[in-house]
């Protein structure tokens, strides 16, 4: 007898132990420990915001990083989503992130932040519903890449807004070249020091180009619910759109992309020939007028700004910084001085831009107001 009760002793301990291993740290910590929890902006749109996880592997690449390795990359979708006669309850909110994924990056985070562990809920819930299914209705399609050094989950806010609005949304993490990618569902973490072979920002940015073509190629038979509503004709890129005019023109030229908004505050403007093209920044940008072919192209100029602010950063980190006062410093130097002003007019500028070029509404809503220069080039 007491052997069989050491012995259910001993399995208990042992799962103890590997839900101690298993649980985030960071997450829900709700009968646990009372957590800072940042909050995104709500969508504005009128539709309900569902997501979806996926894990696309491209069999026709080797991965630079891992030359063993076919390329492999992770993606959201977020979608207009109506669970019908089930209450949208009935489908969990999303985190921001996934529990591998914030495990492998918060201690860092934390550190350079100057934060002791768990002050901070990493896995603050979203405003997105997880596999709702999709709204009835043909929806354009926007892909989204976040800048070298910043994770997909850098665009959820932006995503879920745009979705609101009518957009299926595909965000696109570049393992190793992302500080944390979870190979969702293996619970695989792939970190920059996994890369066995060493990749110069060059080829790091074809590689980038390369998985945006091939994620934009995989559009119809992504998801067998959510690829049904897609409107494959008019599709449109953000974030991270190219470093140079032939990087883009190979962009420009993918089937069915009828806009490009690029969100990184760093790019230059480009000859996109026809193709719109948005680009959003921190710094005065580059003039249009020496291009050969000016197509419809538009800079907004924001006063203060960095390119982490142009994305949720901008926002999550701003209220740390509220929250926890000797994080203030640090969270400045990673975001500026324009902070609410950066994100609310990165969201205004980028619906008020696909609205325009993908759905052929009046004019494009660019707002301008204070600390914000907007200039307009239309054919």
């Known amino acids: ?146 800048p070298p050094g910043l994770m997909r989950s850098a665009y959820t806010g932006i995503a879920e807004e745009l979705a609101s609005r009518g957009y299926v949304v595909v965000t696109v993490d570049h393992p190793y070249d992302a500080p944390v990618v979870d190979l969702y569902p293996t619970r695989r973490v792939i970190e920059p020091t996994d890369a066995v072979a060493t990749v110069g920002r060059l080829d790091a940015d074809t590689t980038r180009v390369s998985d945006i073509e091939y994620v934009t190629r995989q559009l119809s038979g992504l998801d067998r619910q959510v690829s049904r509503v897609m409107d494959l004709r008019r599709i449109g890129l953000f974030g991270w759109t190219g470093t140079d005019a032939a990087q883009r023109a190979h962009l420009t030229g993918l089937p069915g992309v009828s806009g490009i908004a690029d969100l990184t505050g760093t790019a230059d403007v480009t000859d996109t020939g026809r193709t719109p093209l948005l680009v959003v920044g921190g710094s005065p940008i580059g003039t249009h007028r020496d291009l050969p072919r000016p197509g419809w192209r538009a800079t907004v100029t924001i006063s203060g700004a960095s390119p982490r602010s142009l994305t949720d950063d901008g926002v999550v980190l701003a ?21 609410p002003l950066a994100y609310r007019t990165v969201r205004r500028s980028v619906v008020g831009f696909f609205d325009h070029h993908l759905r052929d509404t009046p004019a494009p809503a660019i707002v301008r107001e204070p600390g914000v220069t907007v200039e307009l080039v239309s054919p």
């Open 319 to 339: 209220q740390i910084a509220e929250r926890y006062p000797r994080a203030e410093p640090v969270v400045r130097r990673d975001i500026g001085e324009a902070q």
């Open 1 to 146: 007898m007491r052997r069989r009760q050491l012995t259910s002793a001993l399995v208990a301990f042992l799962l103890a132990g590997i839900a101690m291993m298993v649980l985030p740290r960071h997450g829900d910590t709700a009968g646990w420990r009372a957590t800072f929890s940042p909050v995104l902006p709500p969508p504005t749109g009128e539709h309900d915001v569902g997501v979806r996880r996926m894990r696309l592997t491209d069999h026709d690449r080797r991965d630079p990083w891992r030359p063993d390795s076919d390329r492999t990359v992770m993606v959201d979708v977020h979608y207009p989503a109506d669970a019908g006669p089930r209450p949208l309850a009935h489908y969990a909110v999303a985190p921001v992130l996934t529990e591998f994924g914030q495990l492998a990056w918060a201690p860092g985070e934390e550190r350079r932040l100057g934060l002791l562990p768990d002050e901070v809920n990493w896995m603050f819930r979203t405003h997105s519903h997880e596999w709702a299914p999709p709204a009835r209705g043909s929806f354009p399609v926007l892909v989204g890449s976040p």
